[in-house]
């Protein structure tokens, strides 16, 4: 788990012990059940002794529920109130569920809908039919790296904030930044020509999904849509010509009914893949980016 950056480490008003505390309520996973202060610590960094008397306060406070036969905690209802509280203001979560299950319908794949979570996307919604692959529900984490979600919203910050995440990712993933570094900038090039992102195996070698970013007006998000099967169903051709075009077209409409950018008539948003195209040309402001964190 991320700690607290430097600037946070430096910054007066940053509450570091507010801090460690939700990084304790971070460490729980949705398939997790019970964990013990060593598995916390672990998890995110702290020292033992710090994080028992976390635990003890947060378990007070009513967050943890102690399981004194197994020396582990579990999440209280008080903090799953928090995660289904911010669920439910999320209106596009809502929205899009319609959305969601036509296209998923159609083209027999998941269709899921998240937003950033540190290093990962957080799902938020998730609309499913039989059995895929890779079992996700609302909650669950993937890696923005290497997934077709995680990409699209790389693509869909301010190049400021992309160039902090990217540099962030370089120091995550090490020796393995450079093979990752060419998967999304690849995703870009394909976000410019197309208006989605594509992994085909880079996460999990059998899932194969597309992915789009749902920008609003309000100042929220971004936000971003994945829509995915197993590789013997969504061939890379298909993902290209069928499933990216699909997903484009059903972001692009629940942008409009959302009062954001209208649908053009391939359900693309040719503006914004004009501006994508040209920042990625040599010179251009995401080549400078991606050149910085080769170094």
Not at 22 to 45: H, S
Not at 105 to 114: E, L, P
Not at 211 to 238: H, I, M, Q, S, W
Request: charge should be positive.
């Amino acid at each position: 788990m991320k700690r607290p950056g430097k600037k946070a480490a430096t910054d007066r008003s940053f509450v570091v012990a507010l801090s460690r505390g939700l990084d304790v309520l971070r460490a729980f996973r949705p398939n997790d059940g019970l964990l013990g202060n060593q598995e916390i610590a672990a998890r995110t960094g702290l020292p033992k002794a710090t994080v028992s008397r976390l635990t003890y306060t947060l378990t007070k406070l009513g967050y943890l529920m102690p399981v004194p036969r197994f020396e582990k905690y579990q999440l209280a209802p008080a903090a799953m109130s928090l995660g289904y509280s911010a669920l439910a203001n999320i209106g596009v979560r809502q929205l899009s569920e319609p959305f969601r299950e036509q296209l998923t319908r159609d083209t027999g794949g998941a269709v899921a809908f998240g937003a950033r979570d540190r290093l990962t996307m957080i799902y938020f919604g998730q609309s499913r039919q039989g059995v895929v692959n890779v079992q996700l529900d609302v909650g669950s984490h993937i890696p923005i790296a290497t997934t077709a979600m995680g990409r699209a919203y790389v693509w869909a910050l301010p190049d400021d904030e992309r160039a902090v995440l990217l540099r962030d990712l370089r120091e995550h993933y090490g020796s393995r930044w450079p093979r990752i570094r060419e998967g999304i900038e690849r995703s870009g090039e394909t976000v410019a020509k197309y208006g989605f992102t594509i992994s085909a195996g880079e996460w999990q070698d059998d899932v194969h999904a597309v992915g789009v970013a749902l920008k609003l007006n309000d100042g929220t998000g971004p936000y971003a849509f994945n829509c995915g099967a197993p590789a013997f169903r969504f061939t890379e051709e298909r993902l290209r010509t069928d499933i990216g075009p699909r997903l484009v077209a059903m972001v692009r409409n629940i942008e409009a009914a959302l009062g954001g950018v209208a649908p053009s008539m391939n359900g693309a948003t040719p503006s914004t893949n004009k501006e994508t195209s040209k920042k990625l040309k040599p010179g251009g402001k995401l080549a400078r980016v991606a050149e910085g964190i080769r170094s």
